[in-house]
């Protein structure tokens, strides 16, 4: 009994010592900066690629969508050439006639309601491309701001400083900014691919509906990739709106649990 209560006095009287994973505060708050530092590093390498790889596709993209915007847009003006052959037309026609107005001098010029149409299209995925490359440096911007640089401060300050941006960007949906980019890019190739298979109806049907059809198989393989990655988790098919899909699925579930438990 004696034994006990000599060994139960020692315990108590003996300081525990710290464990040896984590070492002092100092040890802890080093390791856990190499650590952030490394996430951090990687993270920002990631979406830093493939932002440079947007950018060089929108790049290219809006150089493809201008060739065909520069005669789209003659559709919607008269021609010279055409004015000036009504113009002597005119004359050889109505040469003795001295009554002539302004009116009269102008030729007529209907615009077509599908040069219209076409027009809109291509500048709008002309729009959606410049978008995305603005955005794109925008977002490199965001990154480089978040990036370490020129800190001061011991460890542990640097360390929180970390934490704080990295909560703000978590807050702000830097994330999800970034990731849905790329869908302006998307949507400005289906805005394209509708616009030239709408300007070849008028030249050749069977051209046109090549077109469609490449258009619409490669929605189907975009929206055959979401689903397919929204339904297996390991399936590695996944874009940022089966991301979306699955963070929502994620937050009504939990919700769904919460509410089933009270």
């Not at 830093?48 to 790049?59: E, I, K, R």
């Not at 003795?96 to 995925?125: E, G, I, W, Y």
Request: proline fraction near 3%; aromatic fraction near 12%; hydrophobic fraction near 50%.
């Amino acid at each position: 009994m004696s034994s006990i209560l000599t060994r139960l006095r020692y315990i108590l009287r003996s300081k525990p010592k710290e464990p040896s994973s984590f070492g002092s505060s100092d040890d802890f708050w080093t390791k856990y900066d190499t650590l952030a530092e490394k996430f951090d590093k990687e993270m920002l390498d990631r979406l830093n690629t493939d932002l440079d790889v947007l950018l060089v596709f929108a790049g290219l993209f809006s150089a493809v969508i201008t060739a065909f915007i520069v005669p789209a847009m003659s559709a919607l003006s008269p021609n010279p050439a055409d004015q000036t052959n009504y113009l002597l037309t005119y004359l050889i026609v109505n040469g003795t006639n001295h009554s002539a107005t302004t009116n009269d001098l102008t030729m007529p010029f209907p615009v077509d309601k599908s040069a219209v149409r076409q027009n809109c299209l291509f500048f709008a995925s002309l729009c959606c491309s410049v978008l995305a490359a603005g955005g794109a440096v925008l977002a490199k911007q965001w990154l480089r701001e978040y990036a370490r640089t020129q800190q001061t401060g011991s460890v542990d300050q640097q360390v929180k400083k970390r934490a704080e941006r990295f909560a703000g960007a978590e807050k702000w949906g830097l994330h999800v900014v970034v990731k849905i980019l790329p869908l302006l890019l998307l949507g400005s190739v289906a805005l394209f691919f509708y616009a030239l298979a709408d300007s070849l109806l008028s030249v050749n049907h069977t051209v046109a509906y090549v077109i469609w059809g490449f258009g619409i198989a490669g929605i189907a393989a975009y929206v055959f990739t979401v689903v397919v990655a929204v339904v297996y988790a390991a399936c590695p098919y996944r874009t940022a709106v089966s991301g979306t899909i699955i963070s929502i699925q994620a937050a009504a579930q939990s919700l769904v649990y919460s509410k089933e438990f009270l």
